[in-house]
């Protein structure tokens, strides 16, 4: 159990009701500190409102939301969010720059603290040659990421980001891998909202799952070992005495022509089957864990598109 | 008060941008133009016949009115295009997901607006008003009466229109607020006349139809009251104009006009903070 001091996000049976609709069902979140927590969901899951409600901007009809300790609609705890919208639209009258230091100032940043973090964050974009450009003539990717260096430029404690690689090309995307991470390694809190579940499954340290406005799945993606894992096996010479050996760890054993699979309960039996059958005289040229992708998983939990 | 600021300052820079702003100041100066020509005309006719420098005089305050009543429907126009959308496109666009997620009220975010507004507002009515005086005093040598109240009064119009399309812009689209706050300003401006009409016809019921008006729009009646500030007795006396001293609206209109302003942005403060993003 992690203790509330630990959390950056905690939310308690959430719900917000537009009108009939009921938009979030009953949200309860435990979001630790300094992690990247991916927050996944169909769309009309109720996960821009989910968000929208963290942030202050929308209502709870009822229940409980604290970010960073505090109510989620406390103006000063701001100071330490930073957000990027699903949509990053601003005055595109400013130039890049013009942007930053604007955002800089509402979080009551010093002229000296934006003489230093808004060069600094433009290059971290890789915006540096565009800085003294109007938004205007931004592409869509130009302007995520003058919103996603907005989003950072007060080095937030707590960042949230709606689609953060929308637009962007596979450079752009790997550009916001790397800048999620260094903000991890900074102790910064990233909750990131993503269709883009590849993107998720190499940046995320945890994902929760939500459906119809309430949480269905946790998943902690380091963990190894949890549940099932399927595993094959490339190898020659595996006899009936052999697979009849591998039911002490394993089940749903299958042989054919020089492959053999199995479901093993844990992931640290598959040592002692790799000892197991090389002592057997079995000759094994690969062996692959197939886990279960977070796509998977997520069409598992979720279930199959409602053409939302 | 920090966010206070920086908003009124971002706020007054995009007004600033606003391509309606610079077209009322092209069509403020075209009308001076005009207005300077025809003063000439008038000064160059009547030297040319005999005519008491009195009557003279309130001849010429007479039409200095009528530059000034087109500087006050100019801005008040000026005024409620350049902001329907400030509030109400930044809502529907999005825009505003990015500045109330930030460490700032909501209050501040509205007031700050409304203070750079109220900057651009003032410096558009300083300048036209204070251009029509001056051709009209360097060209016939006629100075409004209380030139200062009726700056003020007709400043005050102007922001009470803004206080209506940000209150507005809270419930509203653009295109709406554009409706309404229009709708209004011609509401009240039928109301001004149909007091004008009453003194003229005597009718009970149309001064009572026109004070009605007044009272659900009061920004009319500030241009009246200006009018009365600014102008002469005797050229207040015409009975048939938007400057007659037919139906002159009291201390106490002024005042309700203000409460009016304070109430309509105190509703807009309020519903932008208790409404959903």
């Known amino acids: ?33 300094g992690e990247i927590f991916g927050f996944l969901g169909p769309n009309g899951a109720g996960k821009s409102t989910s968000i929208k409600m963290l942030l202050g901007l929308v209502r709870p009809t009822s ?57 600094a964050v433009l290059d971290l974009v890789g915006m540096t040659p565009h800085a003294g450009r109007r938004v205007r003539g931004f592409s869509k990717g130009m302007l995520q990421r003058i919103g996603l260096a907005q989003a950072l430029v007060h080095e937030p404690d707590l960042i949230f980001l709606d689609e953060p690689t929308s637009g962007l090309d596979p450079m752009g995307r790997r550009m916001v891998r790397d800048i999620l991470r260094g903000e991890r390694d900074r102790g910064a809190t990233v909750f990131l909202n993503s269709h883009l579940l590849s993107e998720i499954e190499v940046t995320c340290d945890r994902v929760v799952f939500i459906k119809e406005g309430s949480v269905v799945a946790t998943r902690d993606l380091h963990a190894q070992g949890d549940g099932d894992v399927r595993v094959s096996v490339e190898a020659h010479g595996v006899t009936e005495a052999m697979v009849a050996g591998l039911a002490q760890w394993a089940s749903d054993v299958i042989r054919a022509e020089g492959t053999l699979s199995f479901t093993v309960r844990a992931h640290d039996a598959l040592p002692k089957i790799v000892r197991y059958l090389a002592a057997a005289g079995a000759e094994m040229y690969r062996v692959t864990p197939e886990r279960t992708s977070l796509e998977d998983l997520f069409v598992e939990l979720v279930g199959e598109d409602r053409g939302l | 008060m920090n966010g206070v600021l920086t908003m009124a300052g971002i706020t007054l820079r995009e007004a600033a941008r606003r391509r309606i702003l610079w077209t009322a100041l092209a069509a403020g100066t075209v009308l001076l133009i005009v207005f300077a020509v025809a003063l000439k005309l008038q000064v160059m006719e009547f030297a040319s016949r005999p005519m008491s420098p009195f009557l003279r005089y309130q001849v010429e305050n007479g039409m200095l009115m009528v530059g000034l009543y087109t500087c006050d429907l100019l801005a008040v126009v000026m005024t409620i295009l350049t902001s329907i959308d400030t509030l109400a496109g930044e809502i529907s666009s999005g825009t505003i997901h990015a500045i109330a997620t930030k460490p700032v009220a909501r209050w501040e975010i509205l007031t700050g607006k409304f203070l750079g507004f109220t900057c651009m507002v003032a410096a558009f009515v300083g300048i036209t008003f204070a251009g029509t005086v001056a051709v009209a005093y360097f060209t016939t040598g006629v100075f409004p009466e209380h030139v200062l109240r009726g700056f003020a009064l007709i400043v005050l119009e102007c922001e009470l229109m803004l206080a209506m399309t940000f209150a507005l812009g809270t419930w509203f689209s653009t295109l709406t607020v554009g409706v309404l706050a229009l709708g209004l300003q011609g509401l009240a401006f039928m109301g001004g006349w149909l007091e004008q009409v009453s003194g003229f016809s005597q009718s009970v019921h149309i001064v009572t139809l026109g004070v009605a008006s007044s009272v659900i729009i009061p920004s009319e009646s500030l241009w009246r009251r200006a009018a009365f500030e600014m102008q002469t007795p005797l050229a207040g006396s015409l009975s048939f104009s938007p400057f007659a001293n037919v139906s002159i609206p009291s201390g106490a209109a002024v005042g309700y006009a203000f409460a009016y302003l304070c109430v309509t942005l105190a509703v807009a403060i309020w519903h932008f903070r208790e409404r959903d993003l």
């Open chain 1, 1 to 33: 159990m992690i203790a509330t001091s630990e959390l950056a996000i905690e939310t308690e049976s959430l719900r917000k009701v537009f009108g009939s609709q009921v938009a979030v069902r009953d949200l309860s979140l435990r979001v630790p500190r």
């Open chain 1, 63 to 119: 229940g409980k939301a604290l970010v960073l300790g505090q109510p989620a609609n406390d103006v000063e705890t701001r100071r330490a969010i930073g957000f990027l919208p699903e949509d990053f639209r601003f005055y595109d009258w400013l130039t890049a720059e013009e942007l930053l230091r604007f955002h800089g100032h509402m979080c009551g940043m010093s002229g000296s603290r934006l003489h230093e973090r808004v060069p």
